[in-house]
């Protein structure tokens, strides 16, 4: 395959979003471990539903 002028930017731009998806996976693997894997009901990409809160340090007021 013959690189074509200007696209060398897709292949930054497809790292940049594994990297920020592999920081939630992270995030929420923390969440998990916090609460204990036997306390959890349910995960998806963007959330946990658990039968225990989280501790307080994991809980902020800021987005994201």
């Known amino acids: 395959y013959g690189e074509k002028p200007g696209m060398d930017f897709v292949g930054s ?7 920020c998806a592999a920081l939630g996976r992270i995030n929420l693997m923390k969440g998990i471990l916090n609460v204990g894997m ?5 995960m998806d990409t963007d959330s946990i539903f658990t039968s225990k809160k989280l501790s307080p340090h994991m ?3 800021a987005l994201g």
């Open 13 to 19: 731009m497809v790292r940049l979003s594994s990297y």
């Open 59 to 61: 809980i902020g007021d």
């Open 38 to 42: 036997e306390n959890v009901y349910y």
